[in-house]
């Protein structure tokens, strides 16, 4: 085998956001672009070397591309196997659970997420450490600075890979495994959820659901374990074959993006539950009879009733949620007795809380949830749990939810997301926005008054690691809040994320209209941010 060394020149737009590197895929094209931040990868995460790498995409335009490039990388950078997704795929918590499972040094995730695909849309490269979780900020923070000074990369010259069929083959001193994209994520769901009482629950003929794939990644495994494994009936899954460019659709599973399965839920002769994921599987929407589920209800709701689970029968260690999503968990935590974390946004915050034995369950309102079961948020296994919870209870999702307020009470809660504002623009609110802090203190508005303001700082519990400038906070007496972010998985200008919140502990008053009863709140927000003036946008692109 013939190794090639090529001469390259960094580029200075290679630092990870959120959730790995998303650029537009015609950046990505550029010639050495992946190739540059895949040797920095193989530079400086030195276990790989006579290690296991985990490789595999959730399918999008580009991603059959990429995994050549990659395996042939790897080969040239003395990887000893690589375990590859067959056809290019695995979902991202699929990646995690076979990172794990097969003991990988490491693993690297092709998908932009939530962000649309195709030619002119989004590509990106994740990279996953040895416990399966999203590379923290020392790692990725290395891997950036190892792109600023990159001259070179390997590259073995071998031909066209097969990565269609099981089994192994070997390029030079390297194997070179096609695995089952679904078998282990699916021996690893069986040990967590009662699938005989799943099934029992399909198989009554009383209980219909949809779940929406997107046509992203999750389809293969909504096919085989709903369908094929627990008995819903064939049609279950909608949008189930992934496709390069998501149909043309937009990955992200919310009120405004799964709009046909969110019809047919509100709509007559509504199934009884409904559920879709995102473009790399990590994420859920829950969705019941003309019922819609927060993402912080939900995480609050699996932790409520986690006992009535076999993977979680033992009860739970602690709950963390990323600082923007509600504190409805929190509450849960108070009555069970067990720690409650407040993170920085994006799953890479929780890692150290999992390996450390310290939480069980995680959420952020995003749309993601997930457990010590894998290191990445879990689309799939969150609709699972909520139908074990429907096979145990035998009770709508409405009336769970319901029940859950009566007894803990009613955060109310929204988001609304200013999509490709001007970055100035957008820096500019928040600076304005964070020179106001220190004298909102005490200020009233309304009937609301400020207790505290501050720019969320993170120093994780584990390694003491500290992680600054996370979200603009102002926490009003009572605990509603208003927070201010910027995203960092856009690839287009800036997105401005409003995040509010508002409790209601009168049973009597869980039943209002939410944008209604945050009115309020959010016209606060706009007097203190000034948003419209400062993004020229009359209201926001999407409201959750
Ligand atoms: C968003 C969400 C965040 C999530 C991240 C990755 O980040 O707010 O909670 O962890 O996406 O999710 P940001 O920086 O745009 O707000 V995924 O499913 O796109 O990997
Ligand atoms: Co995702």
Redesign the pocket.
Known sequence: MKIAIVETRPFKDQKP????LRKRVRVFRQPHYLENFVQAIFDTQKDLHGGTLVLGGDGRYHNREAIQVILRMAAANGIARVLVGAGGILS?PAASCVIRKHRAQGGIVL?????PGGPDADFGI?YNIANGGPAPESVTGAIHQATLSLSRYHIAEIPHVDIDHLGETRLGEMSVEVIDPVADYETLMESLFDFDRIHALFNSGHFHMRFDAMHAVTGPYAVRILENRLGAEPGTVMRAEPLADFGGGHPDPNLAHAHDLVQQLFGREAPDFGAAS???G??NMILGRRFFVTPSDSLAVLAANAHHVPGYRQGIRGIAR?M?TSQAADRVAARLGVECFETP???KFFGNLLDAGRVTLCG?????TSSDHVRE?DGLWAVLFWLNLLAVKRQSVEQIVREHWRLYGRNYYTRHDYEAVDSERAEALMKGLRDKLASLKGQRFGEYRVEQADDFAYTDPVDGSRSEHQGLRVLFEGGSRVVF??????TEGA?L?LYVERFEPDPERHNLDTQETLAELIAIAEQIAGIRAHTGREKPDVIT
């Open positions: 956001g959120t959730s790995g991202t998908s932009a997420s939530h962000n994740k995102d473009g790399d990590d994420r990323s923007p946004t994006g799953w952020e309102e995003s749309f993601g948020k972010r910027l995203s960092g998985t856009g997105t994320r």
